[in-house]
């Protein structure tokens, strides 16, 4: 049976593109000096923009819609994709060749070993699944949506006589059992600030590679700065207001929308709808939200 974890692995951490000059400030966690960050590499994909394809193309059009939003699912680089599946899927047993990490979007959707009960996770819920190991996966909804997360491609799918076991056990966290960490327990949030994060993995390769989320209450209007090479960030619930440092324009992403910098930035978002949203992150860096 597939190992079904209902509490958060935890691990404490350690430590549109435009083109113009421009100034921002970023604290780091560790100290309150200030870093001047020039040229903004900040960027954002609109879920609206996202091109689907399909995800196994040997299964035709019982395949499950990806979109890639960052890297290349087809090339060797690190990855992160939607996946959509129609209401009712349900896959047949079999593996993969890289172990993936993912998130519920929309829907519901059951990822566990081919014998196991269905165990439904809504929005907000992560899991992972080991190479090698068989499983199937299943979608319950109107509409469907994962974010899915490699470390190294390509994502391929293959025969359940192909399985292995590299070591690693799958994890399901259900949205409800995620926990979570305000201004009095991580100094990654400033303390006049009512947002919360919730650490999720840290790699076995990178220490300072890692995943987690970051919940804004209603009303939030603030600053997410960070200090990362690597900055990925997906909107998982609700949706946010961002604006773009190198125009000031402020774009609407929604649930499946993506920002991202390469460099030192500040992230100017805010909360404008009527329930708290949650970004997925993955970084090499430390963050702040002020």
Known sequence: MG????ILWSVVPLGLMFGCNQTTKTPTENDNKVIE????????VLGSDIIWEKLNPARGDNSPQAGTIWGDRNGTV???FL???EDGFSSPPHIHNVTYRAVVIKGTIHNDDPKAENMWMSPGSFWTQPTGEAHITSAKGDENIAYVEIDQGPYLVKPTDEAFDNGERPINIDASNVVWLNSNQSKWIAADNKAEISFLWQSRTDDALQGFFVKLPIGFNGVLMSDGTIF??????SGINYKLPQTGEIVNLDAGSYFSSTNKSAHTISNQTEEEAIIYIRTNGSIKID
């Open 3 to 6: 190992f079904r974890l209902k």
């Open 37 to 44: 960050t020039q040229s903004p590499t900040n960027k954002v």
């Open 78 to 80: 690190p990855t992160g």
């Open 83 to 85: 996946a959509k599946f």
């Open 232 to 237: 990925h960030a997906v909107v998982i619930q």
